[in-house]
Structure formats: C-alpha cells, structure tokens
C-alpha cells in the first residue's frame, strides 16, 4: 500500500515535471513564432566599377536577414549555379539553372523567399536595384522591387545592404533589427561611460562622455530619449535626447540616490528609484522629474523597476522585501504586488519583452550567489525557461525590437563582454572585447 | 626532614630569648643632678660679632632661589626676618622671595645683639619667547578622518549594524565629534556591497548601509548636518577577487572627509 502510494506520487511528480518542461518548450516556440520561412539570397553583383563593393554588400545582406532569426538561410551550396540578376531572369526558361522559379520552390532549394539583384554606379552613386520574390505564389511573386541608394564606397555598401534588408524583414511583418542600436556601458576609456553600437558591434562610439562615473542606461520606447545613472557622486539620473545627443532636463528629488529611471508606454511618465522617503523605493513622475509619487512602500531594497511596453498597466520591479531579491510585479499605481520568481536564489534585471507578456531576466537557480543565468518568463502563468548554463554571471539581457533577439552581457570568457542570441539561447554572438562592457539595452 | 626540625629548633630559641627580654627589670633610677656651681664674680661679656651675612647669587630670577650664608662669634641665638624666624647663629637657608627683600639678621649673645642685612633682587622673569608660527598647515578634514576613523563592516546582503560595526561606530562617533568641533567640511558615509548580487540592487542596499551608519553615528551625537550618504553600490570594490575575505572587505560604510 505504502509502495503504492509512493509510486502514485512519482507519477504525478512526473507528469507535473513533464508538464512543466512541455510548458517551457512551448513559450520558447511562442517567442520563435513557430516555423520559420526560408529564404535564399544568392550573390549580388556590380556592373562595373561597383563589384568591388560587393563583397561588403553581400556579406552585410546575408548577415543583417540571417541575424534578425527570421528565416532559415538557404545554403548556397544548394542554390542554382546561375544568380538572376533582374526579374527577367526567373520568367521563363529551361529548368534546372535557376533561371525559373520553380528551380528555387523545389527541393534541393526548396525556399519560400528569393532575394535577388545587381548594383551600379550612377550620377555618383552606388545604386542597388534588389527585389524580393514569394517563390511559392508564380502568378504575382513580387514583393519588393526597390532602388536604394548610398555613397560609392563600403560604408554606402554597407547603408544599401541593410536598407534593403530592413525593408525584408518589415514586409514580413516582423521589425528586423537593421537600424536598431544597442547602448551600453564601457570602461574602455578609464571611468565607466555610456556607449552605443550598431546591433551587430559595428560603430562602436562613446555616447555621453562624462568624468563622473555612468551607468544603468536605459531608453524610452520611442528611441528617442535616453536616461543612465551618474554618480555625483550621489547617484543621479540623467536624460539625454539621442538623435541630438543633448542633455534635457530632469528634476532629481532630494535625495541621497535617485536611479534606475524607466519609461512607460506612451513615454508620459517616467519610474524610478529614489531615497527621498528614506528608504530607496519606486516612484513615478512626469519626464521632467515633476509631479513625482511615491508607487512603493517597504523597508526593503526597490530598485529595477520596468514599466509593461505593451499595456503601461503594470510595472515588474526587483525587490528585497521577503529576504533575497526577487522579481515581483504590481499594478502602475502600487497596488495588487505579486512575487513572480519562486523565492529560491537571486533573481534581477528583468526586461519586458515588446508583447508585454514575457521577462527576460538573471537569476542564480541552481548556482551561489553572484552567478547568474538568463531565464525568460511569461508573466501571467509564471514559467519560465533557462537560457544560458554557466558559471559565473550572464546578466542584463532586455530583448531586440523585433522580439526574437536578446543582448545581454557575460564574463564566460573572464570579462564581462556583451553578446546577443536568439530567445531559445542558440546563435549566441560576442559584440565587445574592448575592456570591460555591460548593461546594454536594445534599443530602435 | 631534619633541616625542618632544625629550624623548628631556631624558632623556638628565638621566640624563649624574646619573651625573656620582654620580661626583664627596668635598670636603676638616675642619680640625683649635682648641686648648682657656687656665683662667682661677673665679668664683661663679650658682644656678639656677625662675622658675615652673604646671599648667594645676589640677584635671581622670580621663581628661582639663592642661599643665605651667616655666621657670627659670641651668638647664643639668632633671628631672621621675612617669615624666617630663629635659626642657628651659624648656618644656611634657601630663600624664594617673589620680589627684591632685604634679610635681617639679628644674633644676641650676652654680650647685647648685633644686627646685620642683605639684600636679594629678584628681577621678572623674562616673557618666553612667543611660539615660533607653525610650519606645518593645520590637518584637514579628510587627512583627519582618513587617519581616525576606520570602516564599519556589513553582513552578506544585510544592512543592519552588527556587534563590530557597533563597537567601530562608537569610537568613530567619539573621534568624528572631535574632528567636526576642530575642523570645518562634512564627512561623507560611502556605502559599499559586495560583487555578488546585481549592480542594480546593490546600488539600493549601499544606500541602506550608508544611511544606517549615518543614523547610527546621529544617535550618538554626531550632528546630522555634516553628515552625508552616497552609495557606491559595487562600482568601487576595495578588493577585486572573488572570495569571502575580499567580499568582506568590500561589504562596509567607508568614510570621506570634504572641505
């Protein structure tokens, strides 16, 4: 009886594991938007003068679509031996050297998408005529057909490659993640300061440069205002304009730490940390740092709080009012306060995903204290879904635009570097190796 | 065993001989004093001569002291003035006055008295040389801290004062009491934490350590207006590697002193 029962408790422990892991499997093929399209992108080429610039271009191309996650990249191995150029070349033809559609429909290539075209130079200008064809619907395949145009040199290669990927990616209807930019913070120049890349590591650039040390960056949801953390020394926040990359105003309270500052939705409001009660808890305030209330109240470490991108109705925040910190969720006004994560370790960072139904965020399951992984949770039935596995610290992921994407920053090869992968943790790539990079935030 | 009977022996002896002695007659009554010698005829006596009164240095500083010298023939008692009184006919004595005396001797035999004087100056002290200006300039606020006040340390993620940081707190409000009532400036209270957690929660929890040092220096008198917190979070480790020592180290409010 006894042996029975135990059994029956097995059982149920296992169909519950099983359960929950299927659970797990399931949000990540949620976040993935289950299968993906293929797409074949054959070489380019330049008439004339514009071939040297191809090799840029078409490295740029491929690297910008088959970064976004969106596709499964045909291998050009298995491509046809002859590249169509312009849209005469897929009309009609013999069969079997790429000069028909249905040689890119059919196994071995077997794709949904081509993307095909040719550069030149005219009037001074490198000129991209690319198109993008729906290989699976003969009668009306066009989906792009585009001039694009930039300047006769690898950076203007490089400017047309992304475009024209950026407009593939849209059309999808999914954002992809041309254009998009990662900052961060770098002590690569001596004092921590706040930089900013293209999100493939490119253009890596001092953003605002202050003697005081900068942190704990973080940008509005329009891309358009960027707030960070300066120790004057008292901890302060900043607010910085990015396209003119002017300083606008922000009214600190009186405190001792004023930090961490958020935006929500709409960009109306903006939360964040301060100690002008005493303790450092939650506020919200105008932009300006007017109108400020108080949203939080313990006696317990506040701190992170992220405002839902989605729905501004509630906020996720970083608590250490029941011991060890942990992810809790409230209401935009304070109220209806939940734990999210169990309670066991440390979790921290948590960064909405643009669906406002997942976190992102770093939490010691299963390590000491002090290491982290990247777990990513759905908020509403609280499971969640492990990331990265190592020891020592993987912390800070917040997600690209396009959702698929995050950035987050590691010291797996002994300093903390900043890297991206996809939401199921594979093609993981490493974007800094100057000096000592964290925190980054993704950001249009 | 026999030294001990021996000696056993001695005390004995000893202790027989003591009480005997206690116990012995006094010895016989002193003889009667003889009968006084018959007058005879009285001669002149001879006057009493002061043969010298010197003082010695004559002149002193006030505060120092000089010695008087006198000796005298035919005297059978001699007096000095100035609070002396009687003293031998022949003889010395260290003198203090405060200001300039003349000494009177006076000496009497049977022959009369003779009287004689000597003067002391005593001149003001010279005013001592006024303290040559300092040449090292006055500490400053933060070499006095730096130098006074040591940190207080914190347990992991904790920011409640424990029994050392107690002990450490007290003195450093004793010492920044003195420092605050010499010097003028504030004196800073960093909060610092461990690598451990989040940067971002670390930030919150150097902000309660510092303020909990602050509140408790406040307590114990130290005026709360030149008192200040910043958190440094983990931003500014004391000691770079990953274990318990050096997270120790770095777990603690540290203080600035600032002009």
């Known amino acids: 009886m006894k042996k029975l029962s135990l059994l029956f408790v097995f059982m149920i422990a296992g169909a519950w594991l099983m359960h929950s892991q299927q659970r797990a499997a399931d949000l990540i093929v949620d976040l993935m938007k289950g299968d993906r399209p293929s797409i074949a992108i054959p070489d380019f080429r330049g008439s004339g003068e514009a071939q040297k610039f191809m090799v840029i271009f078409n490295n740029t191309l491929q690297s910008e679509i088959e970064n976004a996650g969106v596709f499964k990249m045909v291998p050009k191995s298995m491509m046809p031996r002859s590249n169509p150029q312009v849209p005469q070349d897929v009309k009609e033809s013999a069969r079997g050297t790429g000069m028909s559609l249905s040689d890119w429909s059919s196994p071995p290539v077997d794709t949904n998408y081509l993307a095909f075209g040719y550069t030149g130079i005219q009037n001074n200008q490198l000129v991209l005529f690319g198109w993008l064809y729906n290989v699976r619907q003969p009668a009306n395949p066009q989906v792009i057909g585009k001039l694009y145009f930039g300047t006769v040199d690898d950076k203007g290669a490089q400017q047309i490659a992304r475009e024209f990927a950026a407009d593939i990616l849209k059309l999808l209807g999914i954002e992809g993640l041309a254009g998009t930019k990662v900052y961060f913070v770098s002590n690569r120049s001596g004092e921590k300061q706040i930089w900013v890349m293209d999100h493939d590591g490119s253009n890596q650039r001092v953003f605002a440069p202050y003697r005081q040390l900068c942190t704990m960056p973080s940008v509005s949801p329009d891309g358009s205002k960027i707030a960070f953390t300066m120790f004057a020394p008292a901890p302060i926040i900043m607010m910085h304009s990015t396209e003119a990359g002017r300083k606008l105003p922000f009214l600190n309270p009186r405190a001792s730490m004023n930090a961490q500052l958020t935006f929500t939705a709409d960009g109306s409001k903006v939360v964040f940390v301060s100690q002008v009660g005493g303790f450092a808890q939650i506020h919200i305030a105008n932009p300006d740092g007017s109108g400020l209330q108080r949203l939080s109240n313990t006696r317990a470490v506040e701190v992170e709080p992220k405002v839902n991108p989605k729905t501004g109705a509630d906020i996720v925040f970083v608590s250490g009012r029941g011991g060890p910190q942990q992810i809790y969720r409230m209401n935009i006004d304070g109220a209806d306060v939940q734990r999210l994560t169990p309670g066991e370790g440390q979790a921290s960072n948590p960064a909405w995903h643009p669906n406002g139904k997942h976190i992102a965020f770093s939490w010691t399951r299963g390590f000491e204290p002090g290491n982290f992984n990247v777990f990513v949770m759905d908020v509403t039935t609280k499971d969640f879904v492990q990331l990265t596995h190592g020891r020592g610290r993987n912390e800070n992921p917040t997600w690209a635009p396009d959702g698929r994407h995050l950035v987050f920053a590691s010291n797996r090869t002994g300093q903390m570097q900043i890297y991206t992968m996809l939401a199921d943790g594979t093609e993981v790539r490493q974007l800094t190796n100057s000096g000592r990079n964290e925190m980054p935030v993704w950001s249009k | ?259």
């Open chain 2, 1 to 259: 065993m026999k030294t001990k009977r021996q000696i056993g022996a001695v005390l004995l002896t000893l202790s027989l001989v003591m009480f005997a002695e206690g116990c012995r007659k006094k010895g016989p009554a002193p003889p009667p004093p003889p009968a006084p010698a018959p007058r005879v005829q009285e001669q002149p006596k001879p006057k009493p001569v002061i043969t010298s009164l010197t003082v010695d240095p004559s002149s002193i500083e006030r505060g120092q002291s000089a010695t008087l010298r006198w000796s005298s023939q035919n005297a059978t008692s001699a007096t000095i003035d100035n609070g002396i009184g009687s003293v031998d006919p022949n003889g010395s004595r260290q003198v203090s006055p405060s200001s300039t005396t003349t000494y009177k001797l006076t000496v009497t035999g049977e022959g009369g008295e003779a009287t004689q004087s000597v003067t002391l100056r005593v001149t003001e002290p010279a005013p001592a040389a006024p303290p040559p200006p300092p040449t090292a300039p006055k500490a400053t606020i933060r070499e006095l801290v730096e130098q006074m006040i040591k940190d207080a340390y914190f347990d992991y993620d904790k920011s409640d004062i424990r029994e050392d940081a107690r002990n450490q707190l007290q003195q450093n409000a004793d010492a920044l009491k003195n420092i605050l009532r010499q010097v003028s400036g504030t004196v800073v209270i960093e909060g610092h934490c461990d690598e451990r957690g989040s940067a971002e929660y670390n930030l919150g929890l150097g902000d309660r350590r510092s303020t909990s040092a602050r509140d408790f220096l406040v307590q114990l008198g130290v005026p709360a207006d030149r008192l200040r917190v910043v958190s440094y979070g983990k931003e500014r480790p004391q000691c770079t590697e990953s274990n318990e020592s050096c997270w120790q180290k770095n777990r603690r409010a540290h203080f600035v002193g600032v002009e």
